[in-house]
């Protein structure tokens, strides 16, 4: 009879045990999905992450910045981090850096003018997302 209870309790305690694990692996998997559909305002940046690989996060970009008349200046392309320099039609400069994280997850950073615009750049980051085919989160 003890020893049927003691069995009863271990399993139960491993039971537990494995539990909390998946619970814990569970919410740190929905945290990440939720950080991939917010926006961070960090000095001016706006910043995104792509649930995209580099090449096909800074096509995207290339292709929103021509959506937005926005003039090239230089575009670096590197498989971890890229970065394009651009001006809107008033000279006002752009600058949209993309750094790849693990998992096939890409950040996009854009800042427009010195101090940043908030709207503007947001604009940028529905385009990129519209080109991608992202829906859009409220």
């Not at 049927?4 to 045990?17: D, G, H, P, S």
């Not at 600058?95 to 890409?106: D, M, Q, Y």
């Amino acid at each position: 009879m003890q020893r049927q209870r003691r069995l009863k309790l271990a399993a139960v305690l491993v039971a537990m045990a494995m539990t909390a694990g998946c619970v814990t692996t569970l919410l740190m998997g929905v945290g990440g999905l939720a950080a991939l559909g917010t926006y961070k305002w960090i000095e001016g940046t706006m910043e995104k992450d792509y649930p995209r690989p580099m090449q096909e996060t800074f096509n995207a970009a290339m292709e929103a910045a021509k959506k937005l008349n926005l003039k090239i200046a230089s575009e670096l392309y590197n498989p971890s981090e890229s970065k394009i320099l651009a001006a809107t039609q008033d000279g006002t400069s752009v600058k949209v850096e993309l750094l790849a994280r693990p998992n096939e997850i890409t950040t996009v950073k854009i800042r427009f003018g010195m101090m940043g615009n908030v709207d503007w750049s947001a604009y940028y980051h529905r385009q990129i997302m519209k080109i991608l085919r992202i829906p859009d989160q409220p």
